[in-house]
């Protein structure tokens, strides 16, 4: 990869500290890096654009509230 990954959180997300970050920039080529925003330099997570997109949509409609 010869791109650098532009991270950013939901502006949504809070200052609590338990945020994920993704790098759309390479939604292009079928990828979405996550990562855990309280260790960027720890492990992250490449998921595919449709897993993703699943994602969000699932947690737009409350599918992952808890009770």
Do not use: H, I
């Not at 650098?4 to 079928?30: D, F, H, I, Q």
């Not at 990828?31 to 994602?55: I, M």
């Amino acid at each position: 990869m010869t791109e650098s990954l532009r991270w950013y959180k939901s502006s949504y997300s809070s200052n609590g500290g338990a945020c994920v970050e993704v790098a759309t920039n390479l939604a292009t080529t079928g990828a979405v890096p996550v990562r855990d925003s309280k260790r960027p330099g720890g492990p992250g997570l490449t998921v595919s654009t449709e897993a993703f997109s699943s994602f969000v949509e699932g947690a737009g409609t409350g599918e992952f509230a808890t009770a």
